[in-house]
């Protein structure tokens, strides 16, 4: 008896806090939260500094990933989202199940640097080379022209733009990366890795290849603001932040700083290359 | 014997209690006992009712990971889970086999209970039975004190310093530390071996002979084959310093705590009573630790044992950052010097993507790998909580 009555106070707690759970979270009209890809995250941080500090709105950057972005604008978690790619068909037509309209905005362009230790005597690599890096058909550096090491291939986790921005510029259809390539979650720390391994090879968005690494050059050309600019330099790609519906009020403004002056000062500075 | 006898204690003292408050002394007015009946009743059931709350977040979590993890084997079925080593969840095709990351798993659960186990239940020993009350006092909050260090701590250390530093200093890093554990182990080894087969030897100066020339021969012996394993170590060159070496050693680090801390428990626990009796019979310290102590408290120090285990194969930070997360298998198998990818690791990285945007197959297939873990966790728990009960039957004589 005394069981029965108890058990059905558990069942009452239990529908209380379904409820609860249930009560969606709703943002508030004096504030912009952006979701999205690392690569994004450095100019997204600091135009959100400087959209404080003149507009007095508060914007939060969070740093998930490109699909991350995409999921959270189609859930309605944030009023931008980062990303280093353009939206696949599937996001897209998830985005018209839930009523999300996304809206491309370019932010900038980028190149995608091949970067290697500073002491690996490699300078240049063709896009088969690093094809045939990442796919497994080169394991030592010795067969593209450096000292007698296995290659270390750093790649980046499945839900980054950079990974499929690198794949969709480097690899063909039905090849896959290597089951032997590492994995790391952000920029930072494929640059970490790559810094501190003499024979590892990897990839990053053009602004963190610092002076720690070293970028080769691919087909003959170095990365560079210039090169990403020109179309010289093969492995570049375009930035976005997608909005849900055409952007207005704060959110255009927002997406609009590239064509500032003081947002094209952001974007070189951060090692980006402006597309306005 | 001792638990079984704990709990008839606890029924008696319950009845004293029970019978003391119906024939006491004290005049208590009606309204004040139905108010006390009351605040008891109250407060028996929030307390069974937060128990409660906690078993059922443990179903409610088995049941809603078991229902996202079946669509997975329906839409492909259990052998490609189970027996592929390709893990592409995001190319065209999709492949979704977790063998390889399954057994990514398995070795640094293997590689850091190897490291955990032998350490944790020496340093438990030394805490209980051979280091000074005034000095375990403060001992043993110290080694405490690494279960407080946040895992993305550790996960960083090993990234950003100790894998650097395998790939630099790797050979002498490993030579170092054969030298360390394997000379007294070595050590012991050729005394106990020379003791042993010389105390056949009936006449007492031949026997002494026999002795000092067994040492001789078998310390150089071990002499050789230590400097020999030593250099073959050193010239071992780690190619990349994320590998699961690194990761069983952090993880190690990460269970010691729990295992040290539950078996220095229930090495307490055996009491001051076997002790003294095995000391009384003529035990030295030695003998009493390890023919009277450890036995006893053996199903406790298999819980501590089990628990830090268990953290070692749910651990997830410290695997995301420092294993590689390349997902095959390590050539050759045991080759703890290549980088792998674990169950943990694959659903913390691969959980953003993977939604019902992208396909359902690599949405479940995470949850697939939840459950099976959920199990593992589950059986080796249950496992414990077996060897635990018939432990304590033996010992008590039942």
Known sequence: ?276 | MQASSLQNCNVMNGDGNATEGRSSAFVVSARKRKLQQITRTAGESTLFLIAAFVAVIVLFIFYFVARDAVPFFEIRGFREFFTDTRWYPADEPPVFGALSIIYGSLMVTVGSALIAIPMGVAAAICLSDVLPFSVRQYVKPVIEMLAAIPSVAFGFFALVIFAPMLQNHGGSILMWSWWIMATPLILLMIVVGAELVSSRIEDDRRRKVAQRVLLVVMGALALLILILVGFRLRSIEIMTGTNALNVSIILSFMALPTIVSVAEDALQAVGRDLREGSYALGATRAETIIKTILPAASSGILAGVILGIMRALGETMVVWMASGNSAHIPEPWYNYLDSVRTLTATIAGDMGEADQVTGSARFHVLFAMGLLLLVISFVSNFISERIVVRQRKILSGQ
């Open chain 1, 1 to 276: 008896m005394e069981a029965r009555k108890l058990f059905r106070k558990i069942l009452l707690s239990a529908a209380v806090f379904g409820l609860m759970a249930s009560g969606e979270a709703s943002a508030a009209g004096n504030k912009l939260v952006l979701d999205g890809s690392t690569t994004v995250g450095p100019i997204a941080k600091a135009f959100a500094a400087q959209f404080t500090k003149t507009n007095g709105v508060e914007v939060t950057v969070s740093e998930s990933g490109s699909g991350n972005g995409a999921k959270s604008l189609i859930n309605g978690t944030c009023d931008i989202a980062d990303m280093s790619r353009p939206m696949k068909d599937a996001e897209l037509s998830a985005a018209k199940i839930k009523g999300v309209n996304p809206v491309k905005n370019i932010v900038a362009l980028d190149g995608l640097a091949m970067i290697v230790h500073p002491s690996n005597r490699v300078r240049n690599l063709s896009r088969a080379q690093i094809r045939g890096i990442y796919t497994g058909a080169y394991t030592n550096w010795s067969q593209i022209g450096g000292p007698n090491a296995p290659i270390v291939m750093i790649q980046r986790e499945s839900n980054s733009g950079t990974q499929d921005a690198f794949k969709e510029l480097v690899l063909k259809d039905g090849d896959t990366v290597s089951s032997r390539a590492e994995t790391q979650a952000s920029n930072g720390a494929v640059k970490s890795r790559v810094a501190t391994t003499p024979t590892a090879i990897g990839f990053v968005g053009l602004g963190f290849a610092g002076r720690s690494v070293k970028s080769v050059a691919v087909d003959g050309v170095l990365p560079s603001a210039g090169a990403v600019r020109n179309g010289s330099y093969p492995l570049h790609r375009q930035l976005y932040m997608y909005t849900n519906g055409q952007p207005a009020g704060n959110v255009k403004k927002f997406v609009d700083m590239p064509k500032s002056p003081i947002g094209k000062r952001i974007i070189s500075e951060t090692g980006f290359v402006n597309y306005y």
